[in-house]
Each structure stands twice: as structure tokens, then as C-alpha cells.
């Protein structure tokens, strides 16, 4: 497996174990993560009873999944997303690469070109995925040479994915996986699939506000 590294900041940010465990190994985890977080924010705005749970799921979908992820806490908007980070070892096809950034949605998705980060310069694609209620996630998608590195996060509520976005970033500064030093495949072009503003000059999450 692919080593990835990244820091863990108590205030945002739980790391996800990937070990197998059973059920109740799994939710003592959660318990002591949530309240972690908790007894920094305080147990109302963590929502500590549905964090639990959320954390749980995530855990055990990571850890069969052999990638790796995170919790992220967004406080601006008391609401948590998983974070997923796999890698692979092939690059992706043109297809695989507009498949993954425009996939099927109630809402065109809007692609841009992410700020240069330790793993390169990618595209991220934003998707509405429900409009009652309205939720929205994000995906990110990287190519260094050899390589292809897809995150994603699980859907927020829609005028909360700015902001969780932004923070996804902030986390994704902090990422470092082995054998990846920031270098972009010459067969990707991040720019070349960046969505352009509608005709007055606005662009995702208008929708959201």
C-alpha cells in the first residue's frame, strides 16, 4: 500500500484508523474522537450523538476500502464530512478524467483548477447530489506522473460546501504521499477542464446562497 501521511489537527481533523475492527472496538473509537472534538467546540454545535455515529460509518467503510481518510468538523457551519484520499497506481484516461469530474448529477458540475498543493495542481468538481434537501459534495482530482489520486468528500449541506471545500484544501496542504513530489503528468491539464462563469459572470454554488 501507498504511503500517505498528513497532519492531524485536533481542532478540525480526525484521522480515520484503516485497521479492520469489530463493532464494538469501532463505536469506542468513535465515542472517544467525537469527544475530542467535542470538548473543543462544545458537545451542542459537534451534534456529539449524530457525530458518533457518522464516525463509525466512516470508519468502517474506509478501512475496507484500502484508502485513507479523515473526519473533518467544519465549525463555520457545525457540520463533519469524511474525507477520502485514494491513490493508484496507473493514470487516468481522458474518459476515467471526465467521468470523474462531471459525473451525473442533478446540476452540471463546476470544475476548477485547485491552488498548487504538496501533491501537484489538480481539478476539483463540485455536485449538487440532492435538491430536497439540498446537498452537495466535492471531489479532487490529481495526476502526477504514473499515478492518479482521486478524493472526495461525503455530501454537506449545500450553503456549507464553500466552506468545507475551503477546509478540505487547507487539510489536503498537509498531505504527503510517497513517491509524489508535486511534479503533474504532461497528459493532464487541470485548466483545460475548469467550467467558465455563466454569461453574468457567476459560477457554483449560486444555487446554495
Known amino acids: 500500500m501507498i504511503a500517505i501521511r498528513h497532519v492531524d489537527d485536533p481542532e478540525f481533523v480526525v484521522a480515520l484508523p484503516s485497521d479492520e475492527m469489530d463493532d464494538a472496538a469501532r463505536w469506542d473509537w468513535a465515542r472517544g474522537a467525537v469527544a475530542d472534538t467535542a470538548s473543543r467546540h462544545g458537545a451542542d454545535a459537534v ?3 449524530l457525530a458518533v455515529e457518522f464516525a463509525a460509518r466512516a470508519q468502517a467503510k474506509i ?3 484500502g484508502a485513507a481518510g479523515v473526519l473533518l468538523y467544519v465549525p463555520s457551519w457545525r457540520v ?4 477520502r484520499v ?3 497506481d496507473l493514470e487516468p484516461t481522458p474518459q476515467e478524467v471526465e467521468a ?6 442533478l446540476l ?3 470544475v476548477r483548477v485547485t491552488p498548487e498543493l504538496p501533491i501537484g495542481r489538480g481539478a476539483s468538481s463540485t455536485v449538487l447530489v ?8 466535492v471531489r479532487w482530482l490529481f495526476v ?9 468528500i461525503t455530501p454537506v449541506t449545500a450553503p456549507a460546501v464553500t466552506a468545507t471545500a475551503a477546509l478540505t484544501e487547507v487539510f489536503l496542504s498537509t498531505v504527503r504521499i510517497e513517491g509524489v513530489d508535486g511534479a503533474r503528468s504532461a497528459a493532464f491539464e487541470p485548466e483545460r477542464l475548469a467550467s467558465p462563469p455563466d454569461l453574468e459572470g457567476r459560477s457554483w454554488p449560486e444555487w446554495a446562497s
Do not use: K
Open 47 to 49: 451534534r456529539s450523538d
Open 86 to 88: 485514494a491513490v493508484s
Open 130 to 137: 440532492s435538491a430536497d434537501p439540498a446537498l452537495g459534495a
Open 63 to 65: 478501512s475496507g476500502e
Open 108 to 110: 452540471p458540475p463546476q
Open 80 to 83: 463533519w464530512t469524511a474525507v
Open 100 to 105: 470523474f469530474v462531471r459525473p451525473a448529477a
Open 144 to 152: 502526477p506522473p504514473g499515478r492518479g489520486i482521486r478524493v472526495d
